[in-house]
């Protein structure tokens, strides 16, 4: 029980730190309106590439699911679905299914990554 709970750990700090970023009112990070755009959208990619391996991580650590990737990726997706949602309800903000959609790219890249990485090492436990 308690390791798997240590493998959960860094997903819901990770998911409450999206969580707070999301609930921060008209969030910018530069002054220069189109660089500030880019910014954030990478910045979107890798905290969904971040939470994406973080879930694969602990699904791999306390499941037998024989590609704990692939619940990786669909619950970091509907991780961005909710977090579109919940930025409906900040002031300043807005949901963006294109956001969702930046996120999956994320998570889908680090996931591609990962796996080619763990193909490479012969980790067939990862994959």
Do not use: C
Not at 27 to 48: E, N, P, Y
């Amino acid at each position: 029980m308690r390791t798997g709970l240590l493998a959960w750990l860094p997903v819901l700090a990770w998911a409450g730190l999206i969580f707070a970023f999301s609930a921060q009112p008209n969030l910018r990070i530069l002054s220069d309106q189109a660089l500030d755009f880019v910014v954030r959208k990478i910045g979107h990619m890798g905290a969904f590439a971040i939470l994406a391996l973080l879930i694969w991580r602990a699904l791999a650590a306390t499941t037998t699911l024989r590609r704990p990737w692939a619940l990786g990726f669909v619950l970091a997706v509907l991780y961005a679905a909710t977090d579109e949602l919940h930025q409906g309800l900040v002031a300043g903000r807005h949901p963006s299914p294109v956001d969702v959609a930046i996120d999956a790219t994320g998570a889908l890249i680090a996931i591609a990554i990962a796996l080619a990485i763990a193909h490479r090492r012969g980790d067939a436990s990862r994959r």
